[in-house]
């Protein structure tokens, strides 16, 4: 589609870099070779709009003969974002589905009551060497979507809004913003997007949401005459109007938030919750390992193993 004037730049100007409300540095941790950087949640916040988890995969290349092999597990009241820059990824659940998850693709997971799902890089991918990079997130549900019924949609790269012009680069990955919307519908309001920026050009925020951030992938952005480098995240005051500006070398990073839930949630391995009670359900349910009549089923085409729960 063509640029839309709302991404005019909106530099900030005088205080403006008090608008940021708090840097993340990720917290690093190595998978053998495979390494993940968790941003989300964080001391300083548990989430950003609905966003409770956000996860940089790589950048990391597997020989031939290796890759990821996330064996099946259970999730409840959230809905899985995983966005890939090279690699692919392939995902199976207990609603049957059997789709290769791969870059600039959308592949939104509703756990909703609950859902078990695997991901691997198995067959032809482990064939030849394979760069894996991309971001998993988490969107938390709204107190009256918790209960949903498990779902899954896959939007290709092909039907995403680009939006291109004066230096920026953004393909809309969720939600409403700079008068684009995403095919793929959430369950709460939210915006995502992935912006690649040339050197000095500026991005203005949606003013329109009331919960924003930044995660900046590669080069430097500045804000308010601040810089900040690759692998941190910027949370935003709410309501200020304000814009992100590439450094010298240019920028790539990730635009989310949107409207912040009624509190926070409760989060205990791959489950999140608005009660501890929900928590405990689901906990005994996955330990029963009723497969055929309990609560979680396995993927069908990935049912001879699982990820037993922690014990903690």
């Not at 899985?80 to 589905?97: K, N």
């Amino acid at each position: 589609m063509s640029w839309s004037p709302l991404l005019d730049p909106q530099i900030p100007i005088g205080d403006a870099v008090d608008a940021i409300e708090a840097v993340i540095v990720p917290r690093a941790r190595d998978l053998g070779g495979f390494e993940v950087r968790r941003a989300l949640p964080s001391q300083a916040r548990q989430m950003v709009g609905p966003f409770i988890f956000f996860d940089q995969m790589g950048p990391a290349e597997f020989l031939t003969g290796q890759g990821i092999d996330v064996r099946p597990h259970p999730h409840i009241g959230l809905a899985t974002v995983t966005y890939l820059f090279e690699g692919r990824m392939h995902h199976r659940d207990s609603l049957g589905t059997d789709q290769w998850i791969e870059p600039g693709a959308v592949n939104l997971m509703l756990a909703g009551q609950g859902i078990t799902h695997s991901e691997r890089t198995d067959g032809a991918a482990r064939q030849a060497p394979m760069k894996m990079f991309g971001i998993q997130t988490w969107l938390a549900l709204p107190l009256a979507r918790e209960d949903d019924p498990a779902g899954f949609v896959h939007a290709g790269a092909e039907a995403l809004p680009v939006l291109e012009g004066e230096g920026k680069l953004v393909r809309l990955i969720l939600g409403d913003a700079w008068g684009a919307r995403a095919p793929v519908a959430t369950p709460s309001e939210t915006f995502y997007a992935d912006a690649t920026l040339a050197p000095g050009a500026t991005l203005p925020l949606p003013d329109d949401q009331e919960d924003r951030g930044i995660y900046v992938l590669s080069g430097t952005v500045s804000v308010g005459g601040q810089s900040f480098e690759a692998g941190r995240m910027l949370v935003f005051r709410p309501g200020d109007r304000l814009g992100v500006t590439a450094g010298p070398l240019g920028a790539r990073l990730l635009a989310l938030g949107g409207a912040t839930l009624e509190g926070p949630r409760h989060i205990w391995w791959n489950f999140v919750a608005s009660s501890k009670e929900r928590i405990e359900a689901a906990k005994e349910a996955w330990r029963a390992g009723d497969w055929m009549h309990g609560r979680f089923h396995l993927p069908p085409g990935d049912d001879r193993e699982f990820i037993p729960a922690p014990d903690r």
